[in-house]
C-alpha cells in the first residue's frame, strides 16, 4: 500500500517505492537475503486492496490514513525460498541462521576469540581478520577475490574453519566459487595467518586492493599476549608507522587454557594443589 515503513529498515537501502507502481518494492540484486524486513515490523492483516482504496478517497478529502511506524499493516513482505547460489546471501547476512561449513551464526567464525580453546593462532604467529562490507555497506565475493588472490602472493594460509575458505575452489590462489562472484553479503571476514614479520606487507596488500574496491574492509591483527602481558606485534606495527590500538584481550577463561595454566602454575609452585584438589 506505499506506506513506506519497511524502506527505513532494510540496512542496505534496497527497498523502494515504485513511483509508477506506488508500490513497495525490492531490489532484488540489492537485497542480501538478511531477513531484516521480515522480523523487524510487527503484522497487521489488513486487506491490501481496501486499504489503497482507503488511503485514495483519503486523499481526495486531503486526510493521509498511516499505519504505526513499525508496522506492515498488510503482512507484505513474505520470505521467498532461496535456492543455490542466492542461498549464500542469508548465510551471511542473516544473524540467526548458521553456516553450513562452520556451524556458527553470523559471518561463521569465532575468529581468534576463543583462541584459548582453538590455538588457531600459535606463539610468533599473527591473525589478521579482514572484514569486508560493514557497517551498512555490504560486499560481493568478486571483490572479497581481489584481496584473497592477492594475499596469496605472501606466505600467509587461509583459516580452514571459515565458512569464506569452504567457498573457496582453491585456497592455494585465492580462488572463490565462481558461482557465487557476484552474490552480495551483508558482511564476510576472511581470516588468513602469518608470521609476525609478514603483518605490515600483508596490510600493505589489503590496502593497494582495497582503495579498487567499493566497500569498506576493516582489518584486525590478533597475536597472543606475552607472558608480561604486552604484545609483540605492538612494535612491529608502529615502525611500519601504524597507530597501536589495543581492541580486545582475551584473558583466557576458556577449560583448556585453564588447565594449561593449572599445570604450569603446579611446576612453579611446588605443593599447589590443581582443581581437582590433587596435590602436586
Ligand atoms: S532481506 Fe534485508 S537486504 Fe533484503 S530487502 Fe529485507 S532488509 Fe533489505
Redesign the pocket.
Known amino acids: 500500500m506505499a506506506c513506506g515503513n519497511c524502506v527505513p529498515?532494510?540496512?542496505?537501502g534496497?527497498?523502494y517505492i515504485d513511483p509508477v507502481k506506488h508500490r513497495a518494492t525490492?531490489n532484488e540484486d540489492e537485497?542480501?537475503?538478511?531477513?531484516?524486513?521480515?522480523r523487524g515490523l510487527s503484522v497487521e492483516h489488513l486487506y491490501p486492496p481496501l486499504v489503497r482504496a482507503i488511503r485514495s478517497l483519503g486523499k481526495v478529502f486531503r486526510f493521509r490514513f498511516d499505519p504505526e511506524p513499525d508496522v506492515c499493516p498488510t503482512e507484505a513482505i513474505t520470505p521467498q525460498e532461496l535456492t543455490w547460489p542466492r542461498v549464500v546471501r542469508r548465510a551471511f547476512s542473516d544473524p540467526i541462521v548458521p553456516h553450513e561449513s562452520t556451524g556458527i551464526m553470523g559471518r561463521g567464525t569465532e575468529e581468534v576469540k576463543t583462541n584459548e580453546l582453538t590455538g588457531r593462532i600459535g606463539p610468533g604467529e599473527a591473525g589478521l581478520t579482514i572484514e569486508f562490507g560493514r557497517p551498512g555497506i555490504g560486499t560481493r565475493f568478486w571483490e572479497i577475490q581481489e584481496v584473497t588472490r592477492a594475499l596469496t602472493q605472501l606466505e600467509v594460509a587461509f583459516e580452514k574453519d571459515n565458512p569464506v575458505t569452504a567457498l573457496m575452489t582453491d585456497p592455494g590462489k585465492g580462488d572463490i566459487n565462481p558461482e557465487i562472484l557476484n552474490e552480495k553479503v551483508l558482511s564476510a571476514i576472511v581470516e588468513v595467518k602469518a608470521v609476525q614479520e609478514m603483518v605490515p606487507r600483508a596490510l600493505e596488500v589489503v590496502e593497494e586492493v582495497g582503495r579498487r574496491l567499493s566497500t569498506v574492509i576493516s582489518v584486525g591483527v590478533g597475536v597472543r599476549c606475552e607472558p608480561d602481558g604486552s604484545s609483540s606485534i605492538e612494535h612491529i606495527l608502529r615502525d611500519h608507522g601504524y597507530e597501536f590500538h589495543r581492541g580486545k584481550t582475551n584473558l583466557g577463561l576458556g577449560r583448556r587454557m585453564q588447565a594449561a595454566a593449572s599445570t604450569a602454575m603446579q611446576a612453579e609452585v611446588p605443593g599447589v594443589r590443581d582443581a581437582s584438589g590433587g596435590r602436586q
Do not use: L
Open positions: 529498515v532494510c540496512p542496505m534496497a527497498i525490492v537485497c542480501v537475503e538478511c531477513y531484516t524486513c521480515v
